[in-house]
């Protein structure tokens, strides 16, 4: 099965609104695969905290406007699950919000 990622950031002042948002989209969109938990330290090429969703990739088109009605302002990165992971953050990437920084050397294939 094909799906997509995706990263909801959040600043430490906004991890309220964070975990809002997370139910939030717990609540309207049965059909992701996965919701994890609220991460409050940047981690792999995530330069702020954040939590990640999996899409189904036959969902994305009808699931990007819902999570984009329930972003509450915060950035979201979603990006295909795909081998080139460099591609798939960047190229293959949407973005809902503010564009953000990602530390792309962790990406990179040596």
């Known amino acids: 099965m094909q799906i997509f990622h995706g990263h909801i ?23 992701l695969i996965y919701i994890g938990k609220l991460i ?10 954040m939590f990640e969703i999996h899409i189904p990739a036959v969902e994305i088109e009808q699931i990007t406007p819902v999570i984009d009605d329930l972003r509450q302002g915060l950035s979201v990165l979603i990006h295909p699950v795909q081998e080139n992971e460099l591609e798939a953050h960047t190229t293959g990437a ?16 040596t």
Do not use: M, T
Not at 40 to 49: D, E, L
Not at 95 to 109: F, H, M, T, Y
């Open 40 to 49: 409050n330290k940047p981690i792999g090429p995530h330069a702020k905290p």
């Open 9 to 31: 950031y959040f600043s430490a002042n906004q991890i309220e609104r964070a975990a809002e948002v997370r139910q939030n989209l717990v609540n309207a969109l049965p059909q």
């Open 94 to 109: 949407q973005w809902l919000g503010e564009k953000l920084p990602l530390d792309l050397k962790v990406l990179a294939k």
